[in-house]
């Protein structure tokens, strides 16, 4: 690599085996490279990275902090929006950095050290992202045993990447013998060097190892009989060389190496703590000074780490030499990190050393914090790390265990983990000496409560309402006033089973109630979560106009910055996803959708995770490609988990409208032969969905021309009276969403019954009856030639006709819906519809033009060198212009009307 290059590339990859010297070449190196040009600004920010660093928000904290180390006002930001945001990091905490470090001066080389112990697919992605979009005086540069899932074919055809392989890397016998002989101080005959040089095939470690003990051997002759004896396969040599190098070190360095074995980094403090010495910090710096495979951590040379090779060859050693110190090492590396805070090492420890009831201890205290910062991922493998015993002695820990495997599909052993806490606490009330082993934390003070929550969970994945409701009025009779979160978790399902009950204003009241609940505990994460749930209770009584307000509002509280809410941004881009997609916005549905997917599935609550396929599966079927819409669907089925919300739309019945759609009705027969429905059902809310899914199969089955009738199929009128029955179901309980609905089969059944006018006086009484009638769109266009045929009646008719008491309005109505069935013009001529009213100006076309690429707002402001506040001024007059509410839509209706 070239000491001058200037810029340097993009990635400077250095990627070979373990022990070729990685991580020295690319210090040295980047050493050299600062001070080659002193009158330019050359700086590095170093990263040494560990297994735990694959978590998305530690590896940002890391490399914001090593970036201060050389650029101290670099990242401020983005660190403060990074410790905000608890378990959820937003995709502005990357934006705000990139921004920061586009002012720094000279050039800044991100050096990440060990890059292969990432395995993170978040990490990963924002790793590509600063790729992507970091300025060019900001390289980074890599050392790692393996190629990382970067788009390293991308950068190498661009000429953007730099490749250091293992090749590259062994020594030459040249370079073997300057560094046997002038390094390691030794005199080796040249015969003798090209021998070893050749045995280790250059390994540089291979080399080192066999150095440190040739050291010791003082006759010419033993060293030679040491390399004729140097042979074997990687694991042996290195096995049989770090026994010669621990025989030949002295007795209290020899215990120091051993004693700290357990430990995957190491300070001078906690070494004292787990040997029981005094000396830590003198003792690794001796280490370090004699080259005996010690990493430096930080600048300041505080923390360190053991060469892995290096620290799995003393781990084996301890475990043959001492097996019964390893858990006392281990309980004592527990107890320093307990005493300092860091609690997942703490844990880690006590696991280690099998000190369940410590570690049981530990995660009692841990559980709260991080149940509030939504650690999940941390919390589900604790729980499976301990044995079952030790768990169902623990309220808490039963209850955590209920949760994971509630989540997990298994409501059966949910519900004996839900046994084991109230036996748990009835032990404890029973055995004072029991109880005090337990942390004494509020999740134990609630735990009687939070078990009822739960149970109330488990009963509405069961389909049972009045055991949702029981459970949760248990919970709130057992939660004190104060006691906000248990009382809100116990009043949001009590507004649930409402729902599922059918009954959506008492849903909403009492769902409204338990976020009020939610935001009185501070627990505000959980309150924007449940804003899609009452989204899409606003949308079951049919205003959808008020479900989009309260997402979008919730949206703007969940990516203002500095707060922390981020994790609900995934959900509510969903939920709106699925609005726009029934009005008919699909290029705006997409965009929410893709924003969704880039803000990744741990952005969403768990239960939601099911949610995006769904939506995308709506979204394809529009498009008329059904068969990405089911394989979606099969996804989302795949993904879906009972009990967090009512079953009100099963995915079972989504995919059979699909079928429907693309005419494959024996799959949706086969589908209601399974489920059992039928014409004459008792009408029911939670199977509302599925009646009105068989509706449409009859329907189809009549065929479209009204004489082509299959075999057997029901008459018109028997889906009538089904219809009927769901509509009285229906208005008696406000739920004029359905009925909305059920008024557009009435007319399609009217119409199979070749009842013109009655068919025409439903369709009215659906046009302009609806609370919000111009929210819905592919209602009517997803019916298909039979609606656009109704529709065309009813937007031509002029005399009096049943159900048209809105008149014109109607008119109006059915003939917007029969413009979205037609192509849309892709040019105008002036003064067409598809010219703007008021034309664009020059910076507007501008700012449109950059709209229309990868670029995101702050790099659009920077590209036309304008502020961000002028530029989202040029934009929502854009918007107004173009009758648009989002990007993607209005760079469809720029291209429509041939400004792009």
């Excluded at 979009?133 to 390289?139: E, F, T």
């Excluded at 090209?194 to 250059?202: F, H, Q, V």
Aim: glycine share 8%.
């Amino acid at each position: 690599m070239p000491l001058g290059a200037d810029p340097l590339p993009r990635l400077i990859l250095v990627s070979a085996p373990p022990g070729f010297g990685k991580t020295t070449l690319l210090s040295q190196w980047l050493d050299q490279w600062r001070t080659v040009r002193r009158a330019e600004t050359r700086r590095v920010a170093w990263l040494s990275l560990d297994a735990e660093d694959s978590a998305l928000q530690r590896f940002l904290a890391l490399l914001i902090g090593a970036i201060q180390v050389v650029e101290p006002r670099a990242g401020v930001d983005a660190a403060a929006l990074l410790r905000a945001g608890g378990a959820t990091v937003s995709p502005g905490v990357l934006v705000s950095l990139i921004n920061d470090l586009d002012g720094v001066d000279g050039t800044l080389v991100l050096a990440l050290d060990d890059y292969h112990l990432i395995e993170s697919r978040e990490v990963h992605e924002a790793v590509t992202f600063l790729l992507d979009h970091l300025p060019d005086h900001l390289p980074v540069a890599m050392a790692t045993r393996s190629d990382p899932p970067l788009p390293l074919a991308r950068l190498r055809s661009r000429g953007q990447l730099t490749e250091v392989r293992a090749a590259d890397l062994r020594f030459t016998a040249a370079e073997a013998r300057d560094f046997l002989n002038r390094v390691m101080g030794l005199d080796l005959a040249e015969a003798d060097v090209d021998a070893l040089e050749e045995r280790t095939e250059g390994w540089i470690v291979g080399l080192q190892l066999a150095a440190l003990s040739l050291r010791d051997i003082p006759e010419r002759g033993d060293v030679a009989g040491f390399i004729e004896a140097f042979t074997g396969s990687n694991r042996f040599v290195i096995d049989y060389l770090a026994d010669e190098v621990l025989a030949r070190q002295p007795v209290q360095v020899r215990d120091f190496l051993l004693g700290t074995a357990v430990l995957d980094r190491l300070t001078g403090a906690l070494c004292d703590a787990v040997t029981c010495g005094t000396d830590g910090a003198r003792m690794l710096e001796d280490l370090e000074r004699g080259n005996l495979f010690l990493v430096p951590l930080d600048a300041e040379r505080s923390w360190y780490r053991y060469h892995h090779l290096f620290a799995d060859m003393l781990r084996a050693r301890l475990r043959a030499e001492a097996p019964d110190e390893v858990p006392i090492l281990h309980r004592r590396a527990g107890e320093w990190f307990a005493a300092h805070g860091l609690v997942e090492d703490a844990v880690r420890h006590a696991l280690a050393a099998a000190d369940f009831d410590r570690a049981a201890h530990l995660m009692e205290e841990a559980l709260p914090e991080l149940r509030r910062t939504r650690q999940d991922g941390l919390l589900l493998g604790w729980v499976r790390a301990l044995p079952e015993s030790v768990v169902r002695r623990s309220p808490a820990l039963s209850i955590l265990a209920g949760w994971s495997l509630m989540i997990s599909g298994d409501l059966g052993s949910a519900e004996r983990r839900l046994d084991d806490a109230e036996e748990a606490l009835a032990a404890g009330a029973a055995d004072e000496g029991l109880a005090a082993t337990w942390a004494d934390t509020d999740d134990l003070r609630t735990a009687p409560a939070t078990v009822a929550v739960y149970r109330a969970s488990l009963a509405q994945a069961r389909g049972d309402v009045a055991g949702t409701v029981r459970h949760a009025r248990r919970a709130a009779d057992l939660a004190r006033p104060e006691d906000h979160f248990v009382r809100g978790a116990a009043g949001g399902f009590l507004g649930l089973a409402a729902w599922a009950a059918g009954d959506v204003g008492e849903a909403l009241s009492t769902f409204s109630d338990a976020v009020r609940s939610l935001h009185a505990a501070g627990n505000l994460v959980d309150e924007l979560d449940s804003t899609v749930v009452l989204a899409d209770m606003w949308v079951a009584s049919g205003r959808p106009g008020r479900a989009r307000r309260l997402c979008e509002q919730a949206l703007r509280t969940a990516t203002r910055s500095g707060q922390p809410y981020l994790r609900a941004t995934a959900d509510l881009h969903v939920a709106l996803a699925e609005l726009d997609r029934e009005a008919d916005e699909l290029a705006s549905a997409r965009e929410h959708l893709e924003t969704a997917r880039i803000l990744g599935e741990r952005t969403s609550i768990t239960e939601n995770r099911h949610r995006w396929f769904v939506a995308m599966s709506q979204v394809r079927a529009a498009g008329g490609d059904f068969d990405a819409a089911l394989r979606l669907l099969d996804q989302a089925e795949a993904l879906y988990r009972p009990g967090f919300y009512p079953d009100v739309r099963p995915i079972a019945a989504m995919k059979t409208r699909v079928e429907i759609a693309a005419g494959d009705l024996a799959s949706a027969a086969r589908w209601a032969e399974d489920r059992g429905v039928g014409v004459g059902d008792d009408v029911d809310h939670l199977r509302e969905y599925e009646h009105l899914t068989l509706v449409r199969l009859l329907l189809a089955q009549q065929g479209d021309d009204q004489h082509d009738a299959r075999p057997g199929a029901v008459s018109p009128t028997v889906v009538l009276g089904l219809l009927d029955r769901l509509q009285a179901a229906a208005t008696d309980a406000a739920r004029d969403g359905s009925v909305l609905e059920i008024r557009v089969l009435q007319a399609l059944a009217h119409r199979a019954d070749r009842n013109l006018p009655a068919a025409l006086a439903a369709l009215g009484r659906a046009l302009g009856a609806a609370p919000e009638p111009d929210s819905y769109v592919r209602l009517y266009l997803d019916e298909g030639a039979p609606m656009r045929a109704l529709l065309d009646r009813r937007a031509t008719a002029t005399g009096p006709v049943a159900g048209a008491e809105h008149g014109e309005a109607v008119r109006g109505r059915a003939r917007r819906l029969l413009r979205r069935t037609q192509p849309a013009r892709t040019t105008g001529s002036a003064g067409s519809p598809q010219d703007p009213v008021d034309p664009l100006s020059r910076r507007e076309r501008e700012v449109l033009r950059l709209l229309d690429s990868e670029l995101t707002g702050p790099e659009i402001a920077r590209e036309l060198y304008i502020t961000l506040n002028t530029l989202r001024t040029h934009t929502r007059r854009i918007f107004t212009k173009l009758d648009a509410r989002t990007r993607a839509v209005a760079v469809l209706r720029a291209r429509e009307r041939g400004l792009l």
